[in-house]
């Protein structure tokens, strides 16, 4: 069976490129980056480098890149740095539709007595600029808002938003982890204090990810340690990894322009083929103002999980929002707060692309969603050859 | 991904008895849209009132479609007595098993086939006179107590997995976890004494009143029989923080008082972590 791989917002293959590049630090350059001597000091200039090549993707310099283990780490730092530098501060600002990395956090900050505003999204799953002005006080300390939505794909207007804190004096945090790579990010250019990148979402591997920090912010250490970077992260470099993500960042700096508009051609394809083919289907989203690899779609009165099984029975491999796929029992976050009807919220599924998709698996998908979607409907008490069989409390 | 059976698997891709009898005797509806589940269940009866058709329609997960199909396939050629006795467990059993989180699924078979067979004996069933306990999926404490004693749940995570009751905005898991602990102690399987092992993380003002509580009725009454007292100051994470009064405050053996008993007490009553400590009040 032939494996179509569209869950890219989940985690993405390791290019060849990377792997390649990875492997001797594996094995035979073994040395500790802070050893003195020159097996230490070849490591060490790798390490340089890989830091050059993932300032150069987003517009930093390289010494505002701090290497984590992960997104969620580097979430985690830049919010509890931002709160510990203000310590007269107790309020932060995010949306409905952050990552668990970014939300959990805020739950937990909440529950500890702190002061959170959850900005909520239009049924676009957008948010507003107006909102953020009205939310800012004087004792807010912080606002992390994603780039790009994980689910929807949705892109928020971070640079703006960045202006907005800057002019009321509050740091700003963006999760760029689905964005990296897919949009361009110029930091020089914008008024953003930190940003967060995973290695896994962007051909890199797992295990590795970047929290960017302007330079002059105020920054305390998330992992306190050793001397590592620069203070800022304690804890022996995870050097293979670093080293792939360095040239997983400089990949996507040379495919960003081309690869990607590529990419959002066969996104589009799949997009007005599940559209035009699939009687009551409907995109979750903003329509322009989107990640170009990601398609959220719903199958109105069918259920995701059998639909994502049936795919994966084809061999294809997507996601879905729906409450049964993710041991939750309702649905998506990101869709509830966008006020999709459960009609629809419980049958969404992701699809996202990567550089590595051809037209031919999106012709694919085309031939065999139609007969799934069809055959689950025939089972649904709810549909009747396109009308709902019987009223029901959607929302 | 989920782990399913081959069976699990078998009757989600290849369901048997799909669709819906027009002319049925008995239907079952339960379920909706906005649960994320629904099963629509029909049946014929004959006249020695034996099952000889039953048809499904199920919006839901892989789950809910192979144990509703399953259901059909238990119930056909049986009386309407013996269909009765078919539970959620009788669905797993002939599944060869489903994931802890989609038990509900099975347990919505169950009910489906008890709503149609009152349906078809022009009867109301007993969870329509229940008070609803769980607001976000509609499950009434009815259907709460038979989960809990037909498959001998224990904790509220169980229940959630069998029922979807708590699965929601959870403000309902404080009652939840008393109709747990009441048909627990009523049915044997456990003692008031370990009501405070079985707890769950108490948020921080339910253990405020506990401890409150627990030195109002348990330890003033105790302490105030030599003239003692005590008076609650603080709680900081799982300190608490108390002065003692009347004889209590100048007896030598107050530390010993406050250790081997009120710590104590106040461990049974209200949770394992708790230390107390002394303070200038």
Redesign the interface.
Known sequence: MKLIYVDNNATTMVAPEVMAEMKPYFSELYGNPSSMHFFGGQVQRKIRQARERVAALIGAEPGEIIFTSCGTESDNTAIMSALEVNPTKDHLITTRVEHPAVKNVAAHLKRKGYSVTELPVDREGMISLEAVREAIMPNTALISIMWANNETGVLFPVEEIAELAKSRGVLFHTDAVQAAGKVPINLAASSIDMLSLSGHKLHGPKGIGVLYVRKGTPFAPFLIGGHQEGGRRGGTENVPAIVGLGKACELAAQRLPVEVERMRALRDKLEKGLLESIPHSLVNGHPEQRLPNTLSISFE???G??IL?KL??KGICASSG????S?????SHVLRAMGVP??AA?GSIRFSLSIYNSEEEMDYILEVMPPIIEQLR?????WKGGLTARS???? | MWEYTDKVREYFNNPRNVGDIEDADGVGEVGSLACGDALRLTFKVDDEGRITEAKFQTFGCASAIASSSALTELIIGKTLEEAEKITNKDIVEFLGGLPQQKMHCSVMGQEALRAAIANYRGEKLPKEDSEIVCECFGITENEIEEAIRQNELTTLEQITDYTKAGGGCESCHERIEAILERILQEDGKRKPSQEAAARRPLTNVQKIKLVEQTLERDIKPELAKDGGGIELVDIVGDRVLVSLTGTCATCMASQITLKDYVENKLREMVSDALVVEEVQG
């Not at chain 1, 729906?322 to 796929?325: E, P």
């Not at chain 1, 025939?378 to 709810?382: A, E, K, L, R």
């Open positions: 009165y069918v259920e999980e059998s099984l994966s029975d729906s409450a049964c796929t041991g939750s029992l309702e649905p459960f009609t419980h025939s089972i649904s008490p709810f029901c409390t959607a929302s």
